[in-house]
């Protein structure tokens, strides 16, 4: 390898990951960047040419990155996700996937005189959208549930669902299309890539199943596997390894406790690695001749995937369902094309140049221009249709807590009494239990890890509540979702431990979150009132009873949130503290009852500030 090689490659990387970087800081979808960073660097300023920089390796890194690809994502399809996820999602990544196949195929082949196997192949590319496209929209839309969790499930399960009608529609085209003897070769590519498929599931199952694989090796060991699998695929019969890798990964997310969790956290990460380098590797070699040919015909078929396609097939597949014309609307205006169009477009047209089929040159540009007209043109107006549909939530009203203590499930219980979003986060099996049977949605496990980032569903939450006793905890998801959240919607509850730094360490920190409920409040008394039976009560503000009169009123409480008119939550904390409570605001507070169950009375301002000094000083001996 050549210093120069090695130059260039290097800053390849260097450049898809700075994207990646870039779409992460922007909250918008990695694809946009990459592809236009590579159009850029490639066919417009002529600085990178992979076709010259890799020679005869160009096609190898494209066949085997696809495959990697192709694998993660068919490794997420569970059959029992698909059935437990409502009819509409069932139907769209059914009956709207061969409506989205027919109506663009059909538009391709007349608009660009296509031939129909090309034009069918067009069609199926185009049918995919995929999460990672999909969720950065959804989480700047602050869409209603019902829309968000269509569109999101959508994109996760029609991800490898397109994966396997594009390749079927593609190894049918390489093997002649029509004819006994063609049918034939579909057939056997067919039965190797079943065979091939399931007979390697089974086997890398049993290995790691076993253990006979050390946990360190596991990862690297996969992808080896996988790679050899699909390698070995194509060298029995030619074309039949994406098929076998696809087959492969549907096998293994359905395998009865394989382990696939780990699997994916690895194959995650390599992706991204693949996805920054190839995507841009696969724009560079962008004919802008060929985008220029196909001119503004190609903006009509954009307009007709659009407002043609996409809305029949959302409209046909909610017959019957629960949700309103609005939402209707505004699932079909949400539709944009991933990761799988683009990877496989380019491959498949390097194959299929050799068959001289009419209309292939066209297939990349087309592609392209679809991925990013979609996905430009709805992540830039999504807001806006949205409001115009009226289908926004107020705000991301949402609440993430880590922990699950029992003053994180007293204020989650009173957070869902008031139709707030909740969603409790932590590794204590038996308190999340507890959550979950009063019905809050939680996730058992560590919020910060890489399986909590692949399986968190943050869409339409707007705040985090660190309420764990574990501080180190407290500490890192304060950092951990300070870009997706916003350092000023993360709260931590204060610990008798935070309670006894001075202020020169909490200015040496490097980064404070306000506290939550205010700047005297503990954990450790807001557990001595649960202890006592303390209630959560609602007050209304109005004219005539203000906050102030309410803080006169009522000595021995504490102030937990507000729902203001709109029913926006909002937070008590040490920045808020009662600030700007305009009437027609409901409080919702922890307060003692007049007589405790021991029949005493309230203690005294003085008493219970020095009760609950006892008490930090109890939990600090205790942590």
């Not at 960047?33 to 850029?40: A, E, H, N, V």
């Not at 005869?56 to 997420?76: C, H, N, Y």
């Not at 205010?518 to 202890?531: N, P, R």
């Amino acid at each position: 390898m050549t210093p120069d090689l090695a130059l260039t490659l290097s800053a390849v990387l260097a450049i898809g990951i700075g994207a990646q970087w870039l779409a992460w800081y922007l909250k918008q979808p990695s694809i946009l960047f990459l592809l236009l960073i590579g159009i850029i660097i490639g066919p417009v300023l002529g600085w990178f040419n992979p076709d010259e920089t890799l020679g005869d390796l160009l096609f190898p890194f494209i066949s085997l990155g696809v495959a990697v690809i192709l694998f993660e994502g068919s490794l997420t399809l569970e059959f029992h996700e698909v059935k437990s996820h409502g009819r509409v999602v069932q139907l769209l990544v059914s009956v709207g996937v061969l409506i989205t196949i027919a109506i663009a195929g059909a538009a391709a082949y007349f608009l660009f005189d296509m031939h129909p196997l090309i034009a069918l192949l067009f069609g199926a590319l185009v049918c995919v959208t995929g999460p990672t496209v999909i969720i950065p929209i959804l989480r700047n839309l602050r869409a209603n549930r019902n829309i968000s969790n269509v569109l999101r499930w959508e994109g996760i399960i029609i991800d490898p669902i397109g994966a396997i009608a594009v390749v079927l529609v593609y190894e049918y085209i390489i093997s002649g299309g029509s004819g006994e003897n063609a049918l034939l070769l579909f057939g056997k590519i067919l039965l190797v890539g079943a065979a091939l498929g399931m007979a390697g599931a089974a086997v890398l199952a049993t290995l790691l199943k076993k253990h006979w694989v050390p946990e360190y090796l596991r990862n690297i060991f996969t992808l080896a596997f996988v790679l050899l699998v699909f390698s070995i695929s194509n060298h029995i019969e030619h074309e039949s390894g994406l098929l076998t890798v696809t087959i492969l990964g549907v096998a293994l997310a359905n395998w009865p406790k394989f382990p696939k969790d780990d699997i994916l956290d690895f194959k995650e990460s390599l992706s991204i690695l693949l996805i920054s380098v190839l995507f841009i590797v696969l724009a560079a070699r962008l004919d802008l001749g060929s985008v220029q040919q196909i001119g503004y015909t190609s903006l009509i078929l954009l307009a007709i995937i659009m407002f043609v396609a996409r809305p029949i097939g959302v409209w046909a597949s909610s017959i019957g369902s629960k949700l309103k014309t609005n939402e209707k609307l505004m699932i079909s205006w949400i539709g944009p094309r991933g990761i799988v169009a683009a990877a496989i477009s380019s491959l498949f047209a390097i194959r299929l140049e050799e068959y001289g089929l009419a209309g292939t040159e066209f297939l990349v540009p087309l592609v392209f221009i679809i991925i990013i007209g979609t996905v430009l043109i709805q992540s830039l107006s999504a807001a806006f249709v949205g409001n115009l549909l009226g289908v926004r939530e107020p705000s991301n009203n949402g609440v993430l807590i880590i922990g699950s203590n029992p003053v994180a499930l007293t204020v989650a219980k009173a957070l869902k009494d008031h139709n707030v979003d909740v969603l409790m986060a932590h590794n204590n099996y038996s308190n999340i239990a507890k959550a979950r049977m009063e019905g809050i949605r939680v996730y058992f496990g560590n919020p910060i890890s890489e399986h909590a980032d692949r399986n968190l569903d943050l869409i339409g939450f707007g705040h985090v509540f660190a309420m764990s006793m574990d501080q180190e905890l407290n500490s890192l998801s304060e950092l951990n979702f300070r870009h997706t959240f916003g350092k000023q919607n993360i709260y931590r509850l204060r610990s008798a431990k935070d309670k006894n730094k001075n202020d020169r360490q909490e200015k040496d920190e490097y980064y404070q979150s306000p506290w939550l409920f205010g700047e005297s409040v503990t954990y450790g008394q807001l557990a001595s009132m649960i202890a006592k039976n303390a209630k959560i009560k609602v007050t209304n503000i109005t004219e005539n009873y203000t906050f102030e009169q309410y803080r006169k009123d009522n000595q021995n409480y504490v102030a937990l949130f507000m729902i203001d008119k709109n029913d926006t939550m909002k937070v008590f904390s040490s920045e808020t503290e009662g600030k700007n409570i305009k009437e027609g605001t409901k409080i919702i507070s922890m307060i003692m009852d007049s007589e405790d169950p021991k029949g005493e009375r309230p203690t005294s301002a003085g008493a219970q500030k020095e009760q609950f000094q006892k008490l930090a000083q109890k939990e600090k001996g205790m942590s």
